[in-house]
């Protein structure tokens, strides 16, 4: 019998050698994603944070576009044709800058481009997802409505026919990239169930104005859809899907970066509290010497890989054909509580300068509010999965 080898040193970075699960391929596409971020969003995302604004948005977006990152998963048109867990890195490292960077990529490539791309006629992917793939044009996706979020069903926004025309009216809200988007995606009631429309916001009638006062996502373009009386030709509406099925499908493909990208803000954070508590020194030692420190430093460890070990597995399950709406929030669920734990204990050892914006920990832990949110709420992720193991529904 031949003598072990000799074991790798351990990696702080990598406790449980996650990258060796990794191919070539999948570390090339990390890299890239991260190294875009740290030139381009990390010098400049403090301030545009504090003054609420993500002003060279569609600047960020064609780079996006030339980096492969828009639509990646999705296959033609322009697109790359990555895997689920090459998809799944570029969130983590795009959140790890930051989740407004994460939610513009997540929402043209995962909903609106998603929904093209899955339900649209030919002639509809050729005229908007190669420009979208490119960053070109922006897209939007508006399902939520101002009283009427985890509940789609009871959407009051719907589309009547005017003899070879549809005409929509309705609102939406919360609705990102929606004051800067060349074409959103709107889902309305109609006389045969709720369908989708692909509709260039130039069209007279739509509006899209800004939110403003966030304290979330404040690096990230937030609007209100507003349709009144907008007219579109017969060839508008996406001919391959007719009720929920339709959006519920795309969520779902959006909150699977999600599970990935509530890492990158729980990594961001705990390298930042592992680094200052290896600096900071109070009684005479770093506080990183102190038990109760490290106490704190291997619990955020310990929630932070287990959650990228768990999206590493449904990327695979993804790109295998086999992954369930019901894992999906399973991931969703635990990566997202535990990412707002990890960015919550950072803050604790960082102290006072936790709240600082020259550290991003604060940051993380306000943007992961509104992740925890949006794409399903904690109550509803978690009434999927009770569902899923009683069989009983207690949605209603």
Not at 52 to 69: D, H, K, N
Not at 258 to 269: E, T
Not at 295 to 307: I, R
Request: aromatic share 6%; proline share 5%.
């Amino acid at each position: 019998m031949s003598a072990p080898s000799k074991l790798p040193p351990f990696d702080p970075a990598d406790p449980l050698g996650i990258d060796d699960l990794l191919e070539p391929e999948d570390l090339a596409v990390r890299d890239t994603v991260r190294s875009w971020a740290a030139g381009r969003v990390l010098p400049h995302i403090a301030e545009w944070y504090e003054s609420g604004e993500l002003p060279a948005v569609r600047e960020l977006a064609r780079e996006l576009g030339s980096i492969g990152a828009l639509g990646m998963s999705l296959t033609g048109y322009g697109c790359a044709g990555a895997t689920a867990v090459q998809y799944g890195l570029a969130c983590l490292e795009l959140e790890a800058a930051d989740s407004g960077i994460r939610s513009l990529v997540s929402v043209q490539g995962s909903l609106a481009m998603y929904a093209i791309w899955k339900y649209g006629s030919e002639e509809q992917k050729q005229r908007w997802l190669p420009a979208m793939a490119s960053g070109e044009t922006i897209g939007c996706f508006g399902l939520t409505e101002p009283d009427h979020g985890s509940d789609p069903a009871g959407m009051r926004t719907h589309a009547k026919r005017d003899g070879s025309d549809w005409v929509l009216d309705g609102r939406k809200m919360w609705i990102t990239n929606g004051s800067v988007a060349g074409v959103a995606v709107v889902w309305a009631r109609t006389d045969d169930g709720i369908r989708g429309f692909a509709v260039p916001t130039g069209t007279p009638g739509f509006s899209a104005p800004e939110i403003r006062h966030k304290w979330s996502l404040r690096a990230s373009v937030t609007s209100e859809l507003v349709l009144d009386d907008v007219r579109l030709p017969h060839d508008a509406v996406l001919p391959g899907v007719t009720g929920l099925k339709g959006p519920l499908g795309c969520l779902s493909h959006a909150r699977y970066g999600i599970v990935w990208g509530a890492m990158g803000a729980a990594r961001s954070s705990f390298e930042t509290a592992l680094d200052y508590a290896r600096t900071r020194e109070q009684f005479g030692k770093p506080i990183g010497g102190f038990q109760l420190t490290q106490a704190k430093l291997a619990d955020m460890a310990l929630e932070l890989h287990k959650g990228v070990l768990l999206a590493h597995h449904l990327g695979r399950r993804m790109d295998a054909g086999t992954l369930r709406p019901e894992q999906v929030s399973f991931g969703k669920l635990n990566n997202v509580r535990e990412a707002i734990g990890i960015c919550r204990t950072a803050r604790t050892i960082l102290g006072a300068n936790g709240i600082s914006l020259e550290y991003p920990v604060m940051r993380h832990a306000t943007n992961l509010e509104s992740v925890l949110t949006y794409e399903g709420t904690v109550e509803m992720h978690q009434l999927v999965l009770g569902k899923a193991l009683t069989g009983l529904d207690a949605f209603r």
